[in-house]
């Protein structure tokens, strides 16, 4: 019987590899999704009083918010992303877009008035695998007008990066319209996130004219390369 060759032992040994990678991303993942309390340990984290913005804060899953927050999360997104999306091509529906942002599996951070609790502003995500990778990852970040560049959206995605590395989380990633400089400017510069190795400008840099997003993210802990499944992209108007 032939011997087998170096070659097919070393693809074995990868195959080997990635299945155990999968195998801890996935324990991982289910183990977040299995969090009661994600804020629990982070009251420092349930009020924001700045800017002229007096805020509580809540994170909760999509299957516990009332029907009026749905209301409320669904109209803003579309008010803030629905042109972009349609002007970089990726086209709007309403049935796709509610679905994924309250996919049972997602969980919402909303920021509520102190005076009358009314939502100002949300950010929405899953404890995902992104190809072998347990993420946090956000799929939507969105704030009413009347609270931009106050220093609400930073707060809130500072909590984020907390919940996620609680939750032991490899890495936070967002993908963002590349028209969309305030929010690329937002995640790049204020939340000093970086390019993921998933970025069409960093694995396929020739054809960057070919995509209208890119993919930022930010390492809680050292993660390994691969190549990402594009859920969404990120805020129209925050800071």
């Known amino acids: ?18 299945a155990a990678k999968v195998a801890v991303a996935m324990a991982a993942v289910t183990k977040a999704n299995q969090i009661e309390k994600p804020m ?11 800017n002229g913005v007096n805020v509580s804060v809540e994170c909760l899953r999509s299957t516990a918010m009332s029907a009026e927050d749905k209301d409320w999360a669904y109209t803003l997104t579309r008010d803030n992303m629905k042109d972009t999306y349609v002007s970089c091509g990726w086209g709007w529906n309403d049935h796709d877009k509610r679905d994924e942002i309250f996919d049972e599996r997602a969980w919402f951070i909303i920021a509520r008035s102190a005076e009358d ?4 502003g949300l950010v929405n995500f ?3 695998i992104d190809e072998q990778v347990e993420v946090l990852y956000v799929y939507e970040i969105q704030l009413e007008r009347s609270v931009r560049r106050k ?19 490899a890495k936070v990633v967002a993908t963002v319209f590349k028209e ?18 998933t970025s069409p400008c960093v694995c396929d840099p020739g054809n960057g004219e070919d995509y209208a997003h890119e993919i ?24």
């Open 216 to 239: 930022v993210s930010k390492r809680l802990r050292p993660v390994q390369a691969a190549v990402a499944v594009v859920p969404a992209a990120s805020a129209a108007a925050v800071a």
């Open 1 to 18: 019987m032939p011997k087998k060759s170096g070659k097919g032992k070393e693809k074995k040994m990868k195959r080997k590899e990635e």
């Open 180 to 197: 969309n400089m305030a929010s690329m400017k937002f995640f790049l510069q204020v939340l000093k996130f970086d390019y993921d190795d």
């Open 40 to 50: 629990e340990s982070l009251v420092a984290f349930s009020s924001f009083n700045r």
């Open 151 to 169: 220093g609400l959206g930073r707060f809130m995605m500072q909590l984020t990066q907390l919940i996620a590395a609680k939750a032991s989380m």
């Open 126 to 128: 899953r404890f995902d």
């Open 117 to 120: 609790n009314a939502p100002l």
